[in-house]
Structures are given as C-alpha cells and as structure tokens.
C-alpha cells in the first residue's frame, strides 16, 4: 500500500521558473527521503530528511517537513530541462524497516 | 564498484513461464530490497534481505514468488507460473545501513507476460 501522496500529479514549468512538489503521508515517521526516477530507469535519491528536522538543502534542492501536518515540499530552483522526470516521496515509518512510496508527481520541464 | 546492477535489464515471457532476476547490490551494503513499479505508480516494497536472511515480505508476495540471497551478497527473484498481472518493472535497492541511510536502486527488471 502507498504511506505518501504527492501534489500535483504532473507539473509543466518554463526553463528556469522554479517548481514545487509537495507529499503528504499518514502515519508517523522515522524520516523521509526524496527520489528521482527518469523515464523506464531506476530511482536516484536526491535528499533525506530526518523528523527532526525542519529544512534541508542541497544544491538546487530544498526540502520541509512538518511532522504535525505530516506533508513535506521538494523546491526545485532555476529549473533545467534534465530536471525532466518524475519525483517520488518515500517515507519510513516507525518501526518499519522499509521505504514506502507515493505516486509520483511528473515533472516537464519546457526549453 | 559501479552501483547496484540487475540482470536481464528487460524480459519477455510467455503466460505460465518461469522467470528468474539478479541483482547484484553495492559489495559493502547488506540490506537488499525488492521493489515492483507498475506504469505511473510509485514502487511498492516486496521483500528485504538483511545479509542472508529475508526478514520481511509483503503480502503482495504470492506463494509464486521467491527471494533468495544465498552468500548474502547478490539476490535472485524468482516468479513462477507467470501470469499478465506479473507485467512490472522490478527493482532492486541496496542500503549501507536500513532504512536510515539512502538506498541505492539499480536499474530494473522489466518484465512483459504475454
């Protein structure tokens, strides 16, 4: 079953806007971790964010999480046409010992 | 090392075939997991491997699914009697430590049942 659901399914942005995704989840965790997938290949982690943290960056990235809201945002800035992919929020319960994953939002950027 | 690897990169089987997938995780990490990804859907969990020992499975896996890591180094999944619904992208993930650290996916299995 899926923990996470991201918002918007699919986005379109102009070369160089920047773009917001954000997750919602159901149950308490242990942290959360974004990933990357291109088309038909396997998923890259891009950052992690443990539940006691409230903002993380790396590079391009910025990644919140609000435990008592139980959502997180990845923003993506000065977005590139390799941005082009689909990003994943997976969550890791407490007391779980395995990723749980949304549904993906799709992200198109346009040249 | 170049990362996680999954062989055949993709596979065609006929309705009712076995079929078998590798994965070969980072050599330092010893937590495995298999992972399938139907079209537009996020990647549901399968089952884990700490080192040798398999200590969870999800009830997505039916009693024709099996998992083994023998020498807790490469994984084998095995589907017998392959069915449609079986038609996924199977994945394959690797951790230095669980859950708390990243995991490391290599590319995928994907499997057509025709």
């Known amino acids: 079953s899926q923990q996470g659901e991201e918002d918007p399914q699919a986005l379109s942005i102009q070369e160089g806007e920047n773009a917001t995704m954000n997750c919602s989840y159901k149950t308490s965790i242990n942290n959360l971790q974004w990933y990357r997938q291109n088309s038909g290949r396997g998923l890259v982690h891009l950052i992690l964010?443990?539940?006691?943290?409230r903002e993380k960056h790396s590079g391009r990235l910025r990644v919140t999480l609000d435990t008592s809201k139980k959502s997180s945002s990845l923003l993506i800035t000065a977005s590139r046409a390799a941005d082009t992919a689909s990003y994943f929020c997976a969550t890791v319960p407490f007391g779980n010992e395995k990723l749980t994953f949304g549904t993906g939002t799709r992200l198109t950027i346009i040249p | 090392d170049t990362g996680v690897s999954q062989d055949p990169r993709h596979k065609i089987t006929k309705r009712g075939q076995n079929v078998t997938f590798r994965c070969d995780p980072i050599?330092?990490?010893?937590?495995l997991y298999w992972y399938r990804q139907t079209l537009g859907q996020g990647p549901e969990f399968l089952t884990y491997f700490q080192n040798e020992a398999q200590l969870e499975k999800s009830r997505l896996l039916s009693d024709r699914f099996s998992a083994e890591r023998p020498k807790g180094s490469f994984s084998t999944l095995e589907i017998q009697r392959t069915e449609q619904g079986d038609s996924a992208m199977y994945l394959c993930a690797s951790t230095e430590r669980g859950v708390a650290t990243e995991a490391f996916f290599g590319q995928g299995t994907r499997l057509t049942v025709v």
């Open positions: 050599s330092e990490h010893n937590r």
């Open positions: 964010i443990r539940s006691n943290e």
